[in-house]
Structure formats: structure tokens, C-alpha cells
């Protein structure tokens, strides 16, 4: 059984940091595309950063980019987030997902991926 479960998440103060792991268990991850996504009350559901499948790219999204930065072992078995210089709009559910037929061109459609965890909280405050 496919188990995707993210940690890290709480309550910083604007120009923080924090750190969101994903511990993924089940089956191997080796080839997947493993991405982080997050939601913000009222918003659709966005990509935040992503490994490709055969792990030699890393990519973000635009609104974090320079900020955060995405890591894992080579066996994607563990994923983290570090999140640093965090802003109110950074606020929202972060989720950790798993894609196995995840092409470069769909790394930030949510759609793509076969696994999501259950998301962990990050709430930057003033």
C-alpha cells in the first residue's frame, strides 16, 4: 500500500523558514515524479516544486522560486521542502505527490499524479 506522508507544517512568522518532509513507503519511487503542491482556502490547488522521474531536474514554480528549494535521497523515499524568506501568500495546505507516468511537459498538473499524501498546514502570519 502506497503511503505518501508529509510532516514539517505549522505557524512562522513572515520572513521565516520552514521545512516539509514526505515520507514515502509502499512500493519504489526510484521512477516516479515526486512533487510538492500546496491549496490556500478558496484557491485551486497549485504545483510548488517537483523532481522529474528520472531525477535529474528539479523544478518550481514561479512564486517560490529563489525561496524554497526541493530535495530527496535518490530513492525518493524521502522528499523535503525547505521554505525559506516565507510570505503571507505562502499560506495553504502542502501536499506531496507521486506520479509514475508524470512527463516533463505535466510535472505541475496535478492531475498527472497517482499518490497524494494528506497534507500538512503551513500558516505564515504577521
Known amino acids: 500500500q502506497v503511503q505518501l506522508v508529509e510532516s514539517g507544517g505549522g505557524s512562522v512568522q513572515a520572513g521565516g523558514s520552514l521545512r516539509l518532509s514526505c515520507a514515502a513507503s509502499g512500493r519504489a519511487f526510484y521512477n516516479y515524479a515526486m512533487s510538492w503542491f500546496r491549496q490556500a482556502p478558496g484557491k485551486e490547488r497549485e504545483f510548488v516544486a517537483g523532481?522529474?522521474?528520472?531525477?535529474?531536474?528539479?523544478y518550481y514554480s514561479n512564486s517560490v522560486k529563489d525561496r524554497f528549494t526541493f530535495s530527496s535521497d535518490n530513492a525518493k523515499t524521502q522528499v523535503n521542502l525547505q521554505m525559506n524568506s516565507l510570505k503571507l501568500e505562502d499560506t495553504a495546505v502542502y501536499y506531496c505527490?507521486?506520479?509514475?507516468?508524470?512527463?516533463?511537459?505535466?510535472?505541475?498538473?496535478?492531475?498527472?499524479?497517482?499518490?497524494w499524501g494528506q497534507g500538512t498546514q503551513v500558516t505564515v502570519s504577521t
Open positions: 505527490a507521486a506520479g509514475l507516468g508524470v512527463v516533463t511537459s505535466a510535472i505541475r498538473n496535478g492531475i498527472a499524479y497517482d499518490h
Open positions: 523532481i522529474s522521474r528520472t531525477g535529474g531536474y528539479i
